[in-house]
């Protein structure tokens, strides 16, 4: 449900130490509010943490592996016990995953699960109840991805765990309908983070010049992180339940709800223009 006015509200954001995360919360203190902010690299998390008190509010940090369910337990347990239920939740942890599917290993699989979705499911569990038990206006707001809608060769894992996002937010959305609880899912497309720099994130079958080329298109056409933390806080404000954000998001969510097989077409011939498929071979 829309959350007008954000000051003095507490906001927690999940992978606060870079990218879309770091902005998010950033954007979010800008605005006056509070932060619980939290990510598996302490040392980048308070560095956000630093900027975010240097523009006058508070900030708590957890160094917290979001596809662990005890750990993600203790830390709903301990910002409850501090702040009480948290106003604005957003799910925003997770990794990319570059790969063949036939070339992709299922434990690279199930790692993208882990954290992509159980990640997100983890925070809406531990601290969905406790937003809706205290009422008033709150919003849960999970990031997905244009992945989520219309994703591309190379990327099984990730549009899988981005689909699954999507998915819970329709369900949750509609079982939160009678309550003070909103839910946003966020389609950015390309955003320009290190999201592609992670470890572990690519399958062997891809060489280090098609990282690199991928690498270079994230800079030339990717948009700044910021831009994605601008619409977050604005789908905050105004209750939205979807968001489409960033180069190509909105044309190909359109586009794919008047022909799937137009997208699937557009999409393979630059997949093929950009050599991803000779991956296969
Ligand atoms: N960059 C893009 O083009 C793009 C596009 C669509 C969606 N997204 C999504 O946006 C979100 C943020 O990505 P980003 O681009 O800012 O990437 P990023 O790599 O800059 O930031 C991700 C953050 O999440 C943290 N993280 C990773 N695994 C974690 C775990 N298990 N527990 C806790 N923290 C963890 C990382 O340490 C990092 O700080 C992700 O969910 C990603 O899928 C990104």
Request: aromatic share 4%; charged share 15%.
């Amino acid at each position: 449900m829309a959350v007008p006015h954000l000051k003095g509200k507490q906001v927690l954001v999940t992978g606060a130490a870079s990218g879309i995360g770091r902005a998010t919360a950033l954007a979010f203190a800008r605005q006056g509010a509070n932060l619980v902010i939290s990510d598996i690299n302490p040392a980048l998390l308070e560095s956000t943490a630093d900027a975010a008190r240097a523009l006058g509010v508070q900030c708590l940090t957890y160094a917290v592996d979001v596809a662990d369910e005890a750990a993600m337990r203790d830390f709903a347990a301990s910002v409850h016990a501090k702040t009480g239920p948290v106003d604005v939740l957003v799910n925003n942890a997770g990794i990319g995953y570059i790969g063949p599917f036939l070339r992709s290993p299922v434990n690279s699989w199930r790692r993208v699960l882990d954290i992509n979705v159980m990640g997100v499911v983890h925070g809406c569990h531990f601290f969905g109840e406790r937003m809706v038990e205290a009422g008033g206006a709150r919003q849960i707001i999970n990031v997905a991805s244009l992945a989520g809608i219309a994703p591309a060769p190379n990327m099984s894992a990730y549009a899988a765990s981005k689909h699954a996002v999507m998915g819970l937010c329709d369900v949750l959305a509609m079982e939160l309908a009678d309550t003070d609880v909103g839910v946003t899912a966020i389609c950015p497309g390309i955003i320009n983070t290190p999201i592609t720099n992670a470890r572990g994130s690519v399958s062997e079958a891809i060489t280090p010049t098609q990282i690199e080329r991928l690498r270079a298109y994230y800079e030339a056409n990717g948009v700044s992180p910021d831009v994605v933390a601008a619409a977050i806080v604005d789908a905050t404000r105004h209750g939205r339940p979807l968001v489409l954000v960033g180069p190509y998001a909105r044309p190909m969510y359109h586009l794919k709800r008047i022909s799937r097989k137009l997208v699937k077409s557009m999409t393979l011939s630059d997949a093929r223009k950009n050599g991803y498929l000779e991956t296969m071979k």
